[in-house]
């Protein structure tokens, strides 16, 4: 039977726990670089494009205000407009025809939000300070739920929209290019 030399254990013990501690110490420290470096190189975006817009005024003038909202048909292709905000989409329906391109355009005025149209590629997050843009096309008509995915407060539960995709001859925006949903 061998004798434990009880001097020897411990040191074996204390040098066992430096030796990992200086491994843990060192991974820390290379991931904390990591994050730094990727940080201030790559840059710290918003999911889809950087465009920055404020928070407190887009409901005045300009591209988000009450009457710019909603489905335009511009020279620039479809675009809808839509403000996310606690607890509900403005406006609650959008109609968009089905087959051609449309372009999504978000903001929100308080918190941040997140949408997803059902059975589609759509899906990004609307963050305070930035407009979220989303190409797509609506391959189905059909009445599409648009729900709020991120956690917004309270009433995140009760946040939806409404996407009313229709064909192509059901789609006829007005002598200004705007289009609303039909009555359903
Ligand atoms: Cu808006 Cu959850």
């Known amino acids: 039977m061998t004798q434990v030399n009880p001097q020897l254990s411990e ?21 904390i670089g990591m994050v730094l470096v990727t940080a201030l190189t790559m840059g710290v975006n918003p999911p889809s494009n950087v465009e920055r817009i404020d928070p407190k005024t887009l409901h005045l003038s300009g591209e988000f205000a009450e ?8 020279s620039d ?3 809808a407009r839509v403000i996310a905000t606690q607890f509900m989409f403005v406006p609650r329906c959008i109609q ?7 372009t999504l355009r978000m903001t929100t005025p308080d918190v941040i939000h997140g949408i997803l149209v059902t059975g589609t ?8 300070g930035y407009v979220a843009q989303v190409h797509t096309v609506f391959t189905r ?6 729900p709020c995915h991120e956690y917004c407060g309270l009433g995140h539960s009760e946040m939806y929209a409404v996407v009313q995709v229709v064909s192509q001859n059901k789609f006829r925006p007005d002598s200004n290019g705007r289009a609303v949903c039909a009555q359903r």
């Open 11 to 31: 040191r074996r013990v204390l040098m066992t726990e430096l030796l990992w501690s200086f491994g843990v110490g060192v991974l820390v420290v290379a991931i």
């Open 67 to 74: 009457q710019n909202l909603g489905t335009t048909v511009t």
């Open 77 to 79: 292709g479809i675009i």
């Open 96 to 102: 968009v025809p089905e087959g051609r391109q449309v």
């Open 121 to 128: 590629n759509v899906n990004t997050m609307v963050v305070p």
């Open 141 to 146: 008509t059909g009445d599409l739920l648009m």
